[in-house]
């Protein structure tokens, strides 16, 4: 079944102590990218990758990093997490290098808490 | 820069009522358009998307939007709402040669048996 998969589903933390969120495509798709998603807001933009070893900063990228080592894996990096960032996280890929027209499949989510 | 504004953060209607979800945009090149739905306890999933082909773009559950670029609007409807309609909805923006989708603040959708 073609999907993106995320681990954990659901984590809960204290202020400092690094995490990983993990992301994984099995559709060969290039583009990978993490949003975040807050009440009110939307969905922001974290980081995002067009390909192998290429990521960008998207709007909401203070105290987070990713790697894309590899095409279908694209982690999350909280090095020292914060309580504004408890929130709703989302990874998501769409096949082509640039979104224009392109559908975006998302992750279930992860429900991160920081305490 | 690009922008989205959906008007009312919350709608409720009856089953079998008319579904309106109201998106407007702010877009200095031409937009491409889309509708994504998020079911409780899911991730989102594409309803239909406008790419300056047709104006008027069915969706999968029966849902259409009509871009009318006169108004900078892109309004999601359903002539007839279903309890399984119930879930929050996104719209977005992008454009030729985009990194990344813009996102409005999302509506969610009620329906009262």
Known sequence: EAQVTQNPRYLITVTGKKLTVTCSQNMNHEYMSWYRQDPGLGLRQIYYSMNVEVTDKGDVPEGYKVSRKEKRNFPLILESPSPNQTSLYFCASSAQQVISTDTQYFGPGTRLTVL | ?113
């Not at chain 2, 089953?15 to 937009?31: D, F, H, Q």
């Not at chain 2, 998307?49 to 773009?57: E, G």
């Not at chain 2, 996104?90 to 409005?104: D, E, I, N, P, T």
């Open chain 2, 1 to 113: 820069a690009q922008s989205v504004t959906q008007l009312g953060s919350h709608v409720s209607v009856s089953e079998g009522a008319l579904v309106l979800l109201r998106c407007n945009y702010s877009s200095s090149v031409p937009p491409y358009l889309f509708w994504y739905v998020q079911y409780p306890n899911q991730g989102l999933q594409l309803l239909l998307k406008y790419t300056s082909a047709a104006t008027l773009v069915k969706g999968i559950n029966g849902f259409e939007a009509e871009f009318k670029k006169s108004e900078t609007s892109f309004h999601l409807t359903k002539p007839s709402a279903h309890m399984s309609d119930a879930a929050e909805y996104f719209c977005a923006v992008s454009h030729q040669g985009a990194q990344k989708l813009v996102f409005g603040q999302g509506t969610r959708l009620t329906i009262n048996p």
